[in-house]
């Protein structure tokens, strides 16, 4: 069985994963989706897909969507994807299953792997403590051996995505299951004020690094979210800055959400990794 796998990452969770599950598939190809995506037309040969990225605004993230638009799966019979998350419902394998469909492939298997939650902005952040991770790494692990045997078996499997809802109403969070998706690929990305610096920042270009686009540039030593490139919204930069110096501007509420809050990169992931994902 050859297997490849398109991987996507912010903060290294997705990317903990992605290489745990190389070492649990052997031979398995990891191809970074940023890179990928740089062609027309992604073509693979492997006879097992796979895909792992965070969930982004309760469903798949952008590059992903991307991914899945230039994808020709047309020599392969087995497609699976691993979605980490914070928590929250996850909404986006539907989009995945649709685009193979087309092809007259399917998803066979998705899995869910809930992380530490990288979104600083939110009101449930918080920096996870060492027994947190420890935590959350042992079931990680344990949900790969799961993920192997079912792949390399080849059988069908969905996870159940419920997660936390937004309310007691319904009706409520049938709308926000269904606006928050909307908003993550069609209005997030068109927004130009969003990551700001304070005075902090060293200029030590850290952040340039481990953008997996080409959105943000060092210009006189700080940096500078280019207005013609889209932003994945990985929120990379804001995590990994050294000195917590990029913060997010709430235009709605006119205030920083995350002047208060501490960072979340995982663990074991390294600047270098992370840069890999544009640079092999
Ligand atoms: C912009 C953004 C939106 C997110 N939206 C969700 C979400 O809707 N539900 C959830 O459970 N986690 C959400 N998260 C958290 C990530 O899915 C989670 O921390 C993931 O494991 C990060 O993976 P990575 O380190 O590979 O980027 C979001 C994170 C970011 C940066």
């Known amino acids: 069985m050859s297997t490849t796998m398109y991987y996507f990452s912010g ?39 796979g895909f792992v990225f965070p969930c982004h605004g309760l469903t798949i993230p952008i590059p992903v969507k991307i991914l ?15 979605a980490t998350r914070g928590g929250s419902v996850f909404r986006g394998f539907s989009i995945i299953d649709k685009a193979l469909r087309k092809q007259g492939k ?39 051996q799961d993920i192997k045997e079912i792949v390399e078996q080849r059988t069908t499997h969905h996870d159940d995505t419920a997660g936390v809802t937004f309310s007691t109403s319904n009706l409520l969070n049938w709308f926000l299951e269904r606006l928050i998706p909307f908003m993550t690929h069609f209005i997030s990305p068109a927004v130009k004020k969003y990551f700001y610096i304070d005075d902090k920042c060293t200029g030590c270009g850290t952040c340039e690094k481990v953008c997996p686009t ?18 994945y919204l990985c929120y990379a930069c804001l995590n990994f800055c050294p000195s917590k110096a990029i913060q997010i501007y ?31």
Not at 214 to 225: E, I, R, S, T
């Open 250 to 280: 709430s235009k709605v509420w006119m205030k920083s959400y995350t002047t208060e809050r501490g960072r979340y990169p995982h663990p074991y992931v390294s600047l270098k990794d992370m840069a890999k994902q544009k640079n092999s």
């Open 11 to 49: 903060t290294g969770n997705s990317f903990f994963v992605a290489k745990e599950l190389k070492k649990a598939f052997s031979g398995a190809e990891l191809i970074p989706v940023v890179q990928a995506i740089q062609s027309d037309l992604v073509v693979t040969a492997a006879d097992t897909v």
């Open 106 to 144: 399917k998803l066979n298997a998705s899995f869910i792997i809930n992380m530490a939650l990288n979104d600083p902005k939110l009101s449930a952040f918080d920096v996870p403590s060492k027994e947190d991770l420890q935590a959350l790494e042992e079931q990680a692990v344990q949900k790969i």
């Open 214 to 231: 080409q959105k943000l540039k060092m210009a006189d030593n700080k940096p500078v979210w280019q207005r013609n490139v889209d932003c």
């Open 68 to 82: 899945m638009k230039k994808l020709d799966a047309t020599s392969s019979d087995y497609f699976f994807a691993t």
